[in-house]
């Protein structure tokens, strides 16, 4: 019984310390009809790393996306991701998805 409960232990610690690391970024999305941006700030006293997506939906319902991947953000440091729109479709809402990690040079 303790061997199943070492092992459980293990592979628990195992699969949700890779998860742990990552924790979602407060991010500040502004909504134009013609553009959908997002900006990531990084209020911590050691450099981040994040990922992530700025949605916009356009007033026919089109779901217009961008990313940006491993994006190295310095102490007091912004990161700005957008999405546009065609003149005559503009859009209506707008949100993000961002993740961020602590960087780690050691």
């Known amino acids: 019984m ?8 293990l592979f628990l610690l195992a699969s ?3 998860f742990a690391q990552f924790f979602p970024a407060r991010a500040f999305v502004t909504v134009l009809p013609g553009q959908v941006t997002a900006e990531v700030y990084n209020p911590y006293y050691e450099p981040i ?7 916009g939906q356009t007033a026919y319902g089109a779901v217009y ?13 912004y990161r700005y991701a957008s999405v546009n729109a ?19 040079f050691w």
Do not use: H
Request: glycine fraction near 10%; hydrophobic fraction near 50%; include cysteine.
């Open 49 to 55: 790393i994040c990922n992530g997506q700025v949605f």
């Open 2 to 9: 303790k061997l199943k409960a070492g092992l459980f232990a």
């Open 86 to 104: 065609l003149p005559l479709n503009p859009f209506v809402t707008g949100w993000t998805q961002i993740n961020c990690r602590f960087a780690r």
């Open 65 to 77: 996306n961008a990313f940006f991947v491993e994006q190295l953000l310095p102490v007091g440091g």
């Open 16 to 18: 949700t310390s890779v």
